[in-house]
């Protein structure tokens, strides 16, 4: 797939919900298993939520930062990956938590896509966990 057109949006959780939840569904629940229940956890509608939107207006990405600096819920639809989406919405994330004046941000990352955040200066803390039956390993940025 050639590089499509697409540009990051800030999402609103009422407004954007059925985009935001294809996309986590069709990626977490469905392609990971992750159980709903672990996956809907309650913490959407305090959230900021950014997604990748294609030229036919179509979302195609997500992920979420928390007031607490925590980047959480990156997901992008599989014919979108390798085209430097998740970096751009990892970037919008960061650049927003800046604005609200955090100086660090951290997230749960799975161990396949741990090196995709030590190329964004995350580096690694503890010990690596099971979420959802994945392995993951805690990462934190100063921003």
């Known amino acids: 797939m050639s590089r ?8 609103s959780w009422p407004q954007d919900q059925a985009a935001i939840f294809l996309i986590r569904e069709t990626v977490f629940v469905h392609e990971q298993s992750v159980s709903p229940e672990l996956e809907w956890d309650g913490l959407d509608a305090d959230s900021h939520h950014v997604l990748a939107i294609d030229a036919n207006n179509i979302a195609v ?15 992008v639809l599989v014919d979108y990956r390798q085209l ?60």
């Open 61 to 75: 990405g997500t992920g979420r930062l928390l007031a607490n600096g925590h980047i959480g819920r990156m997901a």
């Open 84 to 143: 430097g989406i998740g970096s751009r919405l990892l970037l919008t994330l960061i650049d927003h938590a800046k604005k609200q004046s955090l100086t660090e941000v951290w997230l749960n990352a799975q161990v396949h896509a741990s090196g995709f955040y030590l190329q964004h200066g995350f580096m690694t803390e503890g010990e690596e966990f099971l979420d959802a039956g994945i392995p993951h390993l805690t990462m934190r940025k100063i921003i």
């Open 4 to 11: 499509p057109d697409i540009r990051i949006v800030s999402a």
